[in-house]
């Protein structure tokens, strides 16, 4: 049997979303755990999308993202994907390394700061979603692009696009102080591990 | 003149007559397909994500794959007065977004975007004029009904035509 988003039953989508709101609630934990500062979370916006609305989501095709992609192997294989704009990774560099800039370009140690914030962020939501399942699941470095949203969304858009012509994203604000930072989770399981991922959860026989 | 500008999205195509732009932003992994008829005056733009229909599960969505969007674009290009003979076509797009070491298939997918859709264009003998495909870079096209040029704009990497 092979699932896709576009014939999930109501169940199967709260289940999702749960498993959405728990992963980025653990994301935003350890952010706050390594800048040592509250961090405040809305509850996150679960969505399943046509490709159609997908780069519409950080404002345009064109709009200038950051994109952290790392793989996942062990019980479940896929890849995860965390997206934010310039604006956002710019804000959460500079709560990082206590630094007021306001360039929306990045030199080297940011790109690495915004790398293990990635990790951190990305590493938290897997964790949960592990505890959660009780399955194994083994990130991998993560790497690193900036360029226009259309053209870094393709890459999770493409493997959602091999099962069914939607994709399942997770957005999440958070904020520290003031500062406002929004940013995107996508989990993006192999065709086979959509299967794996329900049964654990217990959705499906 | 006025010209009409007409947009592409992700696994989506179009066709038109002249004078009009054909564009899709933000072309990653994918690979945008840009035919012409230079004496119909006749453009078609596909913006594909998938090299083949026959690999996947869920194909009813046409413009998804290289193989069926390029059948389908020169279809309707067809019934807007082009002569399949007299079509060319100029690629872009099929970047590497993630420099990847771990060779998954989701690292070779634009490369692969490439190959499927040139071995279509050729089955049908329809000559690839130009290319602007791989890096590791987004890519925003336009089509242009008049001459049948193909801009394609990049974030650093400049502007070219082809």
Redesign the interface.
């Known amino acids: 049997m092979?699932i896709?988003f576009?014939e999930l039953n109501n169940l199967q989508m709260d289940v999702l979303r749960e498993i959405g709101n728990i992963g980025a609630g653990n994301a935003v934990t350890s952010l706050a755990k390594m800048i040592d500062k509250k961090v405040d979370m809305a509850v996150p916006k679960v969505k399943i999308m046509g490709?159609?609305k997908?780069?519409q989501i950080l404002g345009?095709?064109?709009m200038?993202v950051v994109?952290i992609?790392l793989?996942v192997t062990g019980d479940l294989t896929g890849?995860m994907m965390f997206i934010l704009d310039t604006f956002a990774a710019r804000q959460l560099v500079n709560i990082l390394i206590g630094s007021d800039s306001t360039s929306l370009s990045f030199d080297e140690m940011e790109l690495s700061a915004l790398k293990e914030i990635g990790n951190i962020l990305t590493g938290s939501y897997l964790n949960a979603l592990a505890g959660l399942t009780n399955l194994r699941i083994l990130p991998?470095i993560p790497?690193?692009?900036i360029?226009?949203?259309?053209?870094?969304?393709?890459?999770p858009?493409?493997?959602f696009?091999?099962?069914?012509?939607s994709v399942l994203y997770i957005e999440t604000e958070f904020s520290e102080g003031i500062t406002k930072v929004l940013g995107d989770f996508l989990l993006i399981p192999d065709?086979d591990s959509y299967e794996v991922l329900l049964k654990a959860l217990g959705v499906i026989e | 003149m006025d010209i009409e500008i007409i947009k592409v999205?992700?696994?989506?195509l179009n066709s038109a007559h002249h004078p009009c732009m054909i564009t899709t932003?933000?072309?990653?992994?994918?690979v945008g397909i840009a035919l012409y008829d230079s004496a119909a005056k006749v453009v078609g733009l596909a913006h594909v994500?998938?090299p083949s229909s026959e690999q996947?599960?869920?194909n009813s969505?046409t413009a998804?794959f290289a193989d069926t969007a390029i059948v389908k674009l020169v279809e309707d290009m067809v019934k807007l007065g082009a002569r399949k003979e007299r079509i060319t076509a100029k690629l872009a797009g099929g970047?590497q977004?993630?420099?990847?070491t771990?060779g998954?298939d989701?690292m070779r997918?634009g490369y692969r975007n490439v190959i499927a859709s040139k071995e279509k264009l050729k089955e049908l003998n329809i000559p690839v004029l130009s290319e602007d495909t791989g890096g590791?870079?987004?890519?925003?096209i336009e089509i242009y009904s008049e001459d049948g040029r193909l801009m394609v704009k990049t974030?650093g990497c400049g502007m070219k035509q082809l």
């Open positions: 092979t896709s576009d490709f159609d997908v780069s345009g095709e064109e200038i994109g992609l793989s890849n991998s790497e690193l692009a360029d226009m949203a259309g053209a870094i969304l393709s890459v858009a493409i493997e696009g091999k099962v069914g012509d065709i | 999205g992700m696994a989506d932003l933000g072309l990653g992994s994918c994500m998938l996947a599960k869920n969505n998804k970047a977004m993630f420099a990847f771990q998954s989701l997918i590791n870079y987004g890519r925003t974030i």
